[in-house]
């Protein structure tokens, strides 16, 4: 059964410290999306590709967010530097090529910043 | 911009019939899709709406009307197990999707 792997589970992390998340979309899966959820704000859309080309990352805070694809089978989302504020629970989701295809979500990276 | 309304809390008993509306305000609409997500874990596709009427999955059905700017999810015979948050969620033109804030259902024995 495939799945959308994230790394890692859970983070804890220093305010100011550089912040990695890693995820494996779908083999076969073309678009990516990275997504914030918390209890204040739900869940929010950060930034999304197609191909590997980010499409929008306007919900991202430009300043110290980024988010790439080094290639097909790897996304990441970088914080650098790390803010309480940022503390959610970050999930990555992969859709298939079929144009009403689902997304499915990792399990997400649970993130606190102290 | 995109806004979507739910209620944020929903209780019925056992083997009873819930309906969970969306109201959407939404740019450059593709569909509706309806997401599952229990307690600390990914939300889980149920079902997606592109054309107006009734889409049904088993014990789950979703209906939109796009005229209306509404959609509900229909949870049949609901069991224990199908307490869980569920979103409503609008889909753009790459896909993506932009989420209501979520109906917490609690489902009673």
């Known amino acids: 059964d495939a799945r959308v792997t994230q790394t890692p589970r859970h983070k804890v992390t220093e305010m100011g410290q550089e912040v990695t998340m890693r995820c494996q979309p779908i083999?076969?899966?073309?678009?990516v999306f990275w997504y914030r959820q918390t209890m204040m704000q739900g869940l929010e859309l950060l930034a999304y590709?197609?191909?590997?080309?980010?499409?929008?990352d306007s919900g991202m805070p430009k300043d110290r967010f980024s988010a790439e694809m080094p290639d097909a089978t790897l996304a990441t989302l970088k914080i650098q530097p790390s803010e309480p504020r940022d503390s959610a629970v970050y999930f990555c989701?992969?859709?298939?090529?079929?144009?009403?295809?689902?997304?499915?979500f990792g399990n997400g990276t649970r993130l606190t910043v102290t | 911009g995109q806004s979507l309304e739910q209620p944020s809390e929903v209780t019925a008993v056992e083997g009873a019939i819930v309906q969970i509306n969306c109201t959407y305000q939404?740019?450059?609409?593709?569909?509706l899709s309806w997401y599952q997500q229990h307690d600390g874990g990914a939300p889980t596709f149920l079902s997606y709406n592109a054309l107006d009427g009734l889409e049904e999955t088993g014990r789950f059905s979703s209906f939109l009307s796009r005229s209306d700017s509404y959609g509900y999810l229909l949870l049949q015979e609901l069991q224990m197990k199908d307490s869980a948050s569920y979103f409503c969620?609008?889909?753009?033109?790459?896909?993506?999707?932009?989420f209501g804030s979520g109906t917490q259902l609690t489902v009673l024995p």
């Open positions: 969620a609008s889909r753009g033109s790459a896909r993506q999707l932009t």
């Open positions: 939404t740019s450059g609409f593709y569909g």
């Open positions: 083999l076969g899966h073309n678009t």
């Open positions: 989701a992969s859709g298939s090529p079929g144009e009403d295809s689902p997304l499915h």
């Open positions: 590709f197609r191909n590997r080309a980010p499409l929008d």
